[in-house]
């Protein structure tokens, strides 16, 4: 079989950071519901100490998914309506984060940070479904390079045991869903540590062909950071 490409690696190792941003984004539109409902009950119905020290841990998570979403795009620049849904989820986070800054924590907040959720659940699933048809061109070149015609049975994608490519979905739902319970600390109680091992969740669901290519492009990523 062919070499993985590279930038095929790339692609799927940036589809794990818009999932991951996509859990986050959720929890940050959580905890935003929670001090708002939290301050409906002072005097003045304005923010006590603790719940200034809350928004801006907010506003800073806010600042962090943003840029997660924003390093995803530019490795899917070539996805036909994933860069659009990523720019609209970005400017969405930019909006949200302003808006924490300025101690805003009601509806209006609320929506545009459902919004960059909605938008990255559109972006992830344009780019599942580009990777999808990657995978399964990749395998009837292979299949067809092999001599005589296999039976139906054996054609590619008819067991979904043997599909080297498995949808993210169940990541969703899993790996960064988990830090979203509704008794957990949520985002913004993850240290760096937790969210190191949610990132390493996200790559072990990447094809065993592309881990090597997917690791060094993420260790390329550290370096340039520091």
Known sequence: SPPPSPQNAQEYAALGDLILAQGQQEQIRQETAKVDKSRQNNPDKSLSNTQQKQTEQLSGDQQETHDITENAGQQLQTIQGAKEAIQQATQAMRNSREQLTQKQTGKPTQQVQEQATNQLGQAIQRVQEKLEQQQQQQQAQQQGSKQGMPQPSQQPGNDPNKNPFTRLEEVKRGA???????????????????????????RERVPAEYQEIVNSYYKSLAEKKR
């Open 176 to 202: 960064t869903s988990s830090p979203l319970q509704k008794n957990g600390k949520g985002f913004a109680g993850m240290n760096q540590r937790d969210q190191r091992t949610l990132r390493e969740g996200q």
